[in-house]
């Protein structure tokens, strides 16, 4: 089980606190620091210093770190057009030395774009904006060099585009989709993705996503079918006092993320939630680390978690 921790950035946190807690995950041992792709604080929160853009922080982490793998859970499609995205994507890659990895998804919070004049379409549209993005990127990133890329679609259009620059990763970063969707979802990560990430489900809902999504793999002749993940929130501490201590500072109730999947507890219970997790399918884990401030349970992780697991 690889662990990746995954940020939350909209929630209250500026450039420096990223780059804190992404260097301490790379010097711990981590497989990833990931961060999600909002504009405005979630549950009432003020949201303080101010919403960062996640490809302007990716880039700034990569000539930051090293070793550790960089990327979004997720992009929004909403957000950018398909072809500065690959661009982007591309050079947060070369800037990396081949680190980084693309969540994308179709978007979702309505409040976020209404808040900074961003179009926010119906659902089904929405989820052909990804469909054609997926396509796109792929597309420009895997065009051979001195070859052009054209494409048609409903709402994206792309007339003879050099299709540069090509990341470092050949043949192109590893595309992440996931979500719930019963079908769409399956259809584009069998289709597309490298990895597919169960978000913040009961793990016993997990292995039926998995599932789903290998059916959508073999339904299209895809032999090999993407990896699988999942996230979920994270709280653990050394005693049950040091957990609901925890809790409270990230304004949770343990049962309750427990009851929800949350990798929650004390180490070694916490190896037991991750070996469900394994059983289900998941071969990466993201831990979602809310209070960006406690470093010391990012170390108590590492240091008596990561350890057990095989």
């Not at 180490?267 to 960006?292: C, F, H, I």
Request: negative net charge.
């Amino acid at each position: 089980m690889r662990l990746v921790i995954f940020t939350e950035p909209q929630q209250g946190a500026g450039y420096d606190d990223l780059l804190r807690v992404a260097q301490l995950a790379e010097e711990a041992g981590y497989d990833g620091f990931f961060r999600s792709d909002h504009y405005l604080a979630m549950g009432g929160g003020d949201g303080l210093p101010g919403p960062t853009d996640a490809w302007v922080t990716l880039a700034g982490l990569a000539v930051q770190t090293s070793r550790i793998r960089l990327g979004t859970l997720v992009t929004s499609a909403t957000f950018r057009l398909p072809g500065p995205l690959a661009i982007s994507v591309a050079q947060v890659d070369a800037m990396s030395g081949g680190r980084v990895e693309l969540g994308l998804g179709g978007g979702w919070f309505e409040a976020e774009h209404t808040g900074y004049g961003i179009p926010f379409p119906p659902l089904g549209e929405r989820f052909d904006r990804l469909e054609e993005q997926l396509e796109i990127v792929t597309g420009l990133w895997t065009t051979p060099l001195g070859e052009r890329y054209s494409f048609d679609g409903k709402h994206y259009q792309l007339v003879d585009s050099p299709a540069l620059p090509k990341p470092v990763q050949s043949p192109r970063p590893p595309i992440i989709v996931g979500g719930a969707g019963k079908k769409r979802t399956p259809a584009l990560a069998a289709r597309y993705a490298d990895e597919f990430n169960a978000p913040f489900a009961k793990i016993e809902d997990v292995s039926g996503m998995v599932d789903r999504v290998r059916e959508a793999s073999a339904a299209i002749g895809r032999t090999s079918p993407p990896s699988f993940s999942a996230a979920a929130v994270l709280c653990v501490g050394r005693d049950d006092a040091e957990v609901a201590r925890r809790a409270a500072a990230i304004g949770r109730e343990v049962e309750e993320m427990r009851g929800n999947g949350g990798v929650v507890g004390t180490p070694d219970q916490v190896v037991d939630t991750l070996g469900r997790y394994a059983e289900a399918g998941a071969t990466r884990m993201y831990l979602q680390a809310l209070d960006l401030s406690d470093l010391d349970q990012i170390e108590l992780v590492a240091s008596a978690v990561a350890p057990q697991l095989s």
